[in-house]
């Protein structure tokens, strides 16, 4: 049971392979933790949908050629240290959490992990569970989670603001203070709409990305960028949100949502082709075809689309498919998905259009997780660690989470040993959530065409091929339906859905300026002139 005034050791926000992968460590020292996740479901985030798997180690593998495979795919603005902690650790932690302490049922071949190719990776290095990889690990590490009794997981609930001592302590001295530190955050119910003050000596931000803020999205409801708007208002440093990866192939069918179909296809052999029936990659990269790096075959596929008068292009799975284990065993969640549209992959193409995926900027931090305030990580998709640069190679998102997920969490335990931990005195001095709205306004009408103007702004102006005219559009209009959302916000009584609304809005009128300023063409941000 959490009270609503509650404090805790550490505080994760967030359920996916990031925030359970720190929680679990920390779990295992003893740590008292609070997870807290939006949605009823935990396993209700981007981590579960992956579906290609997770960067290992193949044959003849190194460090090295890791890094140059990331490094380019990041278009060389990757930070190197960043790249050089998970090309060397990253196979590491892969082995001993995910293999040896987990006993993660990865796929095999001849008695031994089976290794799959993705796009711009030199070799096969990538391990995988049929097409769900995600979902098998988190599901795994949620349950290993739930066997502590010093971790709690609190669902259905929204965070609100982050609460800082600049910001909410009572005590004026702390504002002169050069080093803004987190002691927690405001929490709302989604029931009954209560707000919780949650407070904490470490807090640790693993919410995702904000790739629903565009119209069409292979992410989860939520992935709204609440972690990088919360961070932003509290004073934390955000770093390279105009890199957005458009992930190429997404289903398209006017029936279905934008359901992801995995890289690993092309990486079995499947090949993209136009309503004309023209097969079309080597126009565009010449040497690495089909497997080119996403942000190419993105605006491909895009170019594809308007020379032919298309909705879409072609997946062709059912031709040049090789492998001795049937498709629909290789690829079961694909097939299940498609075959419920009449789509029969081993048979006929996939049809597939282009659709935002990841988040290659957020809230910087460094290789431990650590950001421009104190007390606040920020790991996985929501921060901005340098590894993915402009562009992210594929199959290192779920790397990365796991990676820094364990690397914060070995920092928390360091300062808690050392008696690091925010004063009692301070603590004292935060006040309890002071409501400013008294109007009931959750118009569903509003609140809906407010999110359809969000959405297709974004996705018309800041999405794959932009250009200054474009940007400066999307930036006038988010900031304008940001000063009736701050109004909005601020007189009407507090709801998930005015709380995410606000927050997305302040995401893309923080996307749009980044990608306005950045006004050359590098990795996924491509401005035409």
């Not at 805790?8 to 609070?34: E, M, N, R, W, Y």
Request: hydrophobic share 40%; proline share 3%.
């Amino acid at each position: 049971m959490v009270k609503k005034r509650d404090y805790f050791s550490c505080i994760v926000l967030g359920a996916g392979i990031s925030g359970l992968s720190c929680a679990l460590t920390l779990a295992k020292k003893g740590i008292d933790v609070l997870v807290l996740c939006r949605s009823e479901d935990p396993m209700e985030c981007n981590t579960s949908k992956a579906q290609g798997g997770i960067v290992y180690k193949g044959k003849d593998d190194s460090p090295l050629l890791l890094k140059k495979d990331i490094m380019a795919a990041g278009d060389n603005l990757c930070y190197e240290p960043a790249v050089d902690f998970i090309s060397k650790e990253g196979p590491n932690v892969v082995e001993k959490v995910l293999i040896r302490d987990l006993s993660i049922p990865f796929a095999t071949k001849n008695k031994k992990l089976e290794l799959i190719s993705e796009a711009a990776h030199s070799i096969a290095r990538i391990i995988h569970i049929e097409d769900a990889t995600g979902f098998y690990i988190q599901k795994r590490l949620l349950e290993e989670v739930k066997k502590y009794e010093n971790v709690k997981i609190l669902t259905n609930f929204t965070a609100i603001d982050l609460l800082t001592t600049r910001h909410h302590s009572t005590d004026y001295s702390l504002k002169y203070h050069l080093n803004n530190e987190c002691i927690g955050v405001y929490a709302l119910d989604n029931k009954t709409n209560d707000v919780y003050t949650l407070l904490s000596d470490f807090t640790v931000l693993a919410m995702g990305g904000f790739a629903k803020i565009f119209l069409h999205s292979t992410n989860v409801d939520g992935s709204i960028g609440a972690g990088i708007s919360m961070a932003y208002r509290a004073g934390a440093y955000i770093l390279n949100t105009e890199y957005v990866q458009f992930h190429p192939t997404a289903l398209y069918h006017p029936m279905a949502g934008r359901f992801l179909i995995s890289e690993a296809l092309r990486g079995a052999g499947a090949r993209l082709r136009n309503t004309k029936g023209e097969y079309f990659m080597e126009k565009y990269s010449p040497e690495q075809k089909d497997l080119a790096p996403r942000d190419i075959v993105a605006r491909a596929i895009l170019e594809e689309m308007v020379e032919t008068h298309s909705e879409f292009v072609f997946l062709d799975l059912a031709n040049f498919y090789k492998d001795e284990i049937p498709i629909e065993k290789k690829f079961p969640s694909i097939f299940k998905e498609c075959l419920k549209y009449g789509i029969d992959i081993r048979k006929e193409p996939i049809p597939v259009v282009p659709a935002a995926h990841y988040c290659c900027g957020g809230v910087l931090s460094n290789l431990e997780g650590e950001t421009t305030i104190n007390n606040l990580y920020a790991i996985g998709e929501v921060a901005c660690t340098g590894v993915h640069g402009a562009n992210r190679l594929a199959s290192t998102s779920l790397l990365e989470g796991l990676l820094w997920g364990v690397s914060s969490a070995e920092n928390i335990i360091e300062k808690i040993n050392k008696g690091k931990r925010v004063k009692k005195e301070i603590k004292e001095t935060i006040l309890d959530w002071i409501p400013s709205g008294t109007k009931d306004e959750e118009d569903p009408a509003l609140i809906l065409q407010d999110w359809n103007l969000i959405k297709s702004t974004m996705w018309n102006y800041v999405g794959i091929v932009r250009t200054k005219e474009r940007l400066e559009r999307a930036q006038a209009e988010m900031v304008d339906l940001g000063k009736r959302l701050g109004k909005f916000y601020h007189e009407s009584k507090l709801t998930q859905k005015i709380l995410e609304l606000f927050q997305g809005n302040l995401v893309a009128q923080i996307v749009s300026s980044s990608a306005l300023r950045a006004t050359k063409s590098r990795g996924s941000h491509f401005r035409k002139s």
